[in-house]
């Protein structure tokens, strides 16, 4: 009897221990998940009226102060700490802007207080194809590297960034929705805008959809227009592939993923927070928010390579 008890006890405990690791296991991927979910952030304007809206419930701008996400790398593979800076409006903030407007905004003159501290700090910024090429173990990057990136193309961003940009020398990479810049709307760059910068020596054209929409949420069918129409596009207007993405909203999955990949994109940038670029994530890479009031230097140092 005393026997039996024993057992019963043992299978008992047995049954609660794994019970416990199957609750702690899921408990750990829900977090993770939920984490992931957090970093996706909100992006841009998906009208012509040049009214940012949010998108979803994520609009607190601290997230790099909570935590940095990083691939996991893998053993044996290239792991490149490169710092890609993400900016959206280049416009001066006004009193009346809702946080999330002044969230997408970094005024004009401190945008060059900003890349002043790139050049200052001694950073090399680089392309996406030179990112690619440098994980793919191709190339080697210069000393401290860094990418700076605009989403949406904006018309500021022409106006305000592009002739700072061009006047330091700092290379930029402009993810263009190419739904957007045909209307004559004075929030996007034209088509001429996109050609002029692509043929200047500091800017990459990168595609970021026909419409800006959560890619997640599409039909795969959709998701395919979106992806390989802003491509297309892009390039019978410039005449020269164009291989780097990035996703609206930072919303992707895996069927967009494949799209991405199938398409011929070489890198593809997400709005996860972090610096650490691999082989394997090239197309999710991460990148950096940088708010109007920021100082990039010390954002460098902390994501940069410290070279
Ligand atoms: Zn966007």
Redesign the pocket.
């Known amino acids: 009897m005393t026997r039996w008890w024993w057992i019963m006890g043992g299978l008992g405990l047995i049954a609660v221990v794994a019970t416990g690791t199957v609750v702690f296991s899921t408990m750990a991927r829900r977090s993770t998940v939920d984490a992931t979910k957090e970093m996706l952030s909100m992006?841009?304007s998906s009208s012509f009226t040049g009214v940012p809206s949010a998108t979803s419930s994520n609009q607190i701008p601290a997230g790099r102060l909570r935590m940095v996400h990083d691939p996991i790398v893998k053993p044996g593979e290239l792991a490149l700490r490169v710092p890609v800076l993400m900016y959206?409006y280049v416009r001066d903030l006004t009193p009346g802007m809702s946080t999330s407007s002044r969230w997408l905004s970094v005024s004009p003159e401190h945008f060059r207080a900003q890349m002043q501290e790139v050049v200052d700090g001694g950073y090399h910024a680089i392309t996406p194809d030179e990112l690619d090429a440098a994980l793919n173990g191709k190339a080697t990057l210069p000393a401290k590297p860094v990418m700076i990136t605009f989403?949406?193309g904006y018309r500021d961003q022409y106006e305000n960034a592009f002739p700072m940009l061009k006047t330091l020398g700092l290379r930029a990479t402009f993810?263009i929705?190419t739904g957007y810049i045909n209307h004559n709307s004075p929030v996007y760059v034209t088509p001429e805008m996109v050609k002029e910068m692509d043929a200047s020596s500091v800017a990459t054209i990168g595609a970021?959809t026909k419409h800006?929409p959560e890619l997640a949420k599409l039909k795969r069918a959709d998701q395919k227009d979106e992806i390989v129409g802003s491509k297309a596009y892009l390039e019978s207007l410039l005449h020269h592939p164009v291989t780097s993405f990035?996703y609206?909203?930072g919303s992707y999955d895996d069927a967009v993923l494949k799209i991405v990949t199938d398409a011929g994109f070489h890198t593809a940038f997400t709005t996860l927070l972090g610096s650490v670029q691999t082989s394997s994530t090239r197309l999710e890479l991460r990148r950096i928010r940088v708010l109007d009031d920021e100082h990039v230097g010390p954002i460098l140092q902390k994501f940069g390579s410290n070279e």
């Open positions: 992006d841009a959206h989403d949406d993810f929705i970021h800006h990035a609206p909203y």
